[in-house]
C-alpha cells in the first residue's frame, strides 16, 4: 500500500535503515557485491538510445547555426556609417514581407 501525501511518491520518502536494521539486512541472503556488479553489468549492455527524428534535426540545426559567426562586423559597420551619413533607407514592401514570414514561421 503506497500513501501520497502532497506529491510525495514512494520514491521520494526517505527510506535510510538504522543500524540495527542493517545489521539485520546484511545477515539475509544478499546476493554478493560482485554478483551485483555482473548483473549491472549485463543490464547496461543490452541498453539502447534512440533519437527521435525531430531531436535529430534538432542537432542538425545546432551544428548548422555553429558554423554561422554571431555578428556579422562588416554589415554592422555598414549600416552604422549609413545611418550617421542619413543615407539608410528601410524598404516598407521589404520589411511587411520578412515580418509576415516570421509570424507564419511563428504562428503557422
Do not use: C, W
Request: proline share 3%; charged share 25%; net charge negative.
Amino acid at each position: 500500500m503506497s500513501v501520497d501525501f502532497n506529491g510525495i511518491g514512494p520514491g521520494q520518502v526517505n527510506t535510510q535503515k538504522t543500524t540495527a536494521d542493517k545489521s539485520s539486512a546484511t545477515q539475509s541472503t544478499q546476493p554478493s557485491t560482485a554478483e551485483q556488479a555482473k548483473t549491472q553489468a549485463q543490464g547496461a549492455r543490452g541498453e539502447n538510445v534512440n533519437l527521435s527524428s525531430q531531436a535529430k534535426n534538432l542537432k542538425q540545426l545546432e551544428q548548422k547555426l555553429g558554423s554561422y559567426p554571431e555578428m556579422d562586423d562588416d554589415r554592422i559597420e555598414q549600416i552604422r556609417s549609413a545611418l550617421e551619413s542619413g543615407s539608410y533607407k528601410v524598404d516598407a514592401e521589404k520589411l511587411a514581407q520578412k515580418m509576415h514570414e516570421m509570424d507564419e514561421s511563428i504562428f503557422g
